[in-house]
């Protein structure tokens, strides 16, 4: 039976890791589920049955019962899973040491104690419970996004702690009796040490990548803000040019009046006002900066046919910053241009709504197929998934430092699934 739990143990352990740590998904049809399950019980079955843990055993189950559980490529999942065995075999070894050391006082060579194994995957268990809420979840990092030379360096920096362990729990063995709680310090500063080291490491690979994920929403904002201003700069050009050839246009006017041309006269005068109109914002909304956001969006929809409707208007002008506005409904608007194109009816809509203490912003876009926004919100579909995927994340972040709200859902209109995020921002004073 203690084999049996023994793989239990072991099971829920690498599931809880590759799941919360490397975000892979269950397999959507049962029945691998129910054939993972079963390669588990089995082995532990066969190994209650020939009284042994062979470490063949072991390895065969723990990789086919992973790679029938998750959805991933076979070749991602049967690395994971080797990996995976290897460093928490070595967190084990730590632990079974720490319950052999405490509560039986030393080695269990020769004593018939069968439950010190499950305390063991108890504490380890807590250990990696701990990396999730303290290190990845705190920060929003997951393993899956650690550089591949941190991951390996932990796994390196296992194996030299696990060959010092062994020269420690040998010295404790053979010299507790004589050294007392000195033989006790050395072994708890030891493994604090290794618990201490490796946390430190994964904080130094998670610092990187924050140190990244803040260059490159740097870099994204600064790209975003140079787009705005080419735009501007190509508007500006082209009035400047207009502006050049005005008393060309008047004299021209002139002489079409002098010769009594009206009808030509007014032609002209409706070709000038048309090419004037070009370099008017097409999109007013009450606010300057949000007016250059929405314009440029409006002007990079109507190059890639896309439907871009905006209803409403402020009375008076937000009280974001204009990095904020940028990060905002940059974000929002880039995020709708990039899954909208990709639709049948490829449409964007914007809706503004004022009242006496909120301002409110809609904005609505169609997609190919319905978002979960439970589960899919704050995933990316790119493949360099470590440098993207910030976006609704930065919407978050913006909109809580303006302690507003904000929603996001899938939903149907006309038979046709689009999806929707609406954000609440109280004017200032309120």
């Known amino acids: 039976m203690i084999y049996i739990v023994d793989n239990i143990s072991n099971y829920l352990i690498y599931l809880f890791i590759i799941h919360f740590g490397f975000r892979l998904n269950p397999r959507k049809n ?26 063949m055993i072991y390895i065969f189950w723990s990789i ?47 004593t018939e104690i069968t439950w010190w194994m499950e305390s063991a995957y108890l504490i380890s268990f807590l250990v990696y419970v701990s990396v999730y809420l303290l290190l990845l979840k705190k920060n929003e990092v997951y393993l899956c996004d650690i550089e591949l030379k941190y991951q390996f360096a932990l796994l390196i920096q296992g194996s030299i702690f696990q060959l010092f362990y062994n020269f420690v729990f040998i010295f404790f063995n053979e010299n507790h009796a004589m050294y007392d709680w000195d033989a006790y ?13 490796l946390f430190l490491t994964l904080g130094l690979a998670i610092k990187n990548i924050l140190s990244n994920r803040q260059n490159k929403e ?38 079409l009046l002098n010769q009594k041309k009206t009808e030509a006269a007014k032609e002209y005068i409706d070709t000038i006002w048309n090419i004037q109109d070009e ?21 990079l929809a109507a190059k890639e046919n896309i439907e871009f409707i905006v209803s409403g208007k402020l009375t008076e002008k937000m009280h974001l910053e204009m990095f904020d506005i940028t990060t905002l409904m940059g974000n929002i608007l880039q995020n709708a241009m990039e899954a909208a194109i990709k639709a049948s009816v490829p449409r964007i809509r914007v809706e503004l709504v004022e009242h006496k203490k909120e ?16 589960r899919d919100i ?43 995020i609406s ?8």
Do not use: W
């Open 378 to 420: 704050f995933r990316t579909s790119k493949r360099d998934k470590a440098n993207h995927g910030f976006g609704l994340k930065n919407i978050a972040a913006t909109v809580e430092k303006y302690h507003g709200e904000y929603y996001m859902e899938s939903i149907e209109e006309n038979g046709e699934v689009l999806f929707q």
């Open 218 to 255: 740097l870099q994204s904002f600064m790209q975003m803000q140079k787009q705005q201003y080419d735009y501007q700069l190509q508007q500006s050009v082209a009035v400047r040019c207009f502006k050049h050839d005005m008393v060309n246009h008047i004299g021209a006017l002139r002489e």
């Open 423 to 430: 954000i609440a921002i109280p004017k200032a004073g309120d």
């Open 64 to 110: 086919l019962s992973i790679c029938f559980f998750f959805e991933d490529r076979l070749c991602n999942l049967f690395i994971l899973s080797a990996a995976l065995m290897y460093f928490t075999g070595i967190i084990d070894t730590f632990s079974v040491m720490l319950i052999q050391v405490v509560l039986i006082g030393g080695g269990i060579a020769g």
């Open 359 to 374: 301002f409110f912003m809609i904005v609505t876009n169609s997609v190919v197929e319905k978002v979960n926004t439970k």
């Open 30 to 55: 049962k029945l691998f589920i129910g054939a993972s399950v079963l390669t588990m019980l089995s082995a532990g079955a066969y190994n209650a049955y020939f009284d042994t843990n062979s470490p």
């Open 279 to 299: 370099f008017d914002l097409k999109i007013h909304t009450g606010d300057g900066f949000l007016d250059v956001i929405i314009n440029y969006y409006f002007y």
């Open 185 to 197: 310090a050395v072994f708890f500063i030891s493994i604090a040490g290794v618990i201490y080291s």
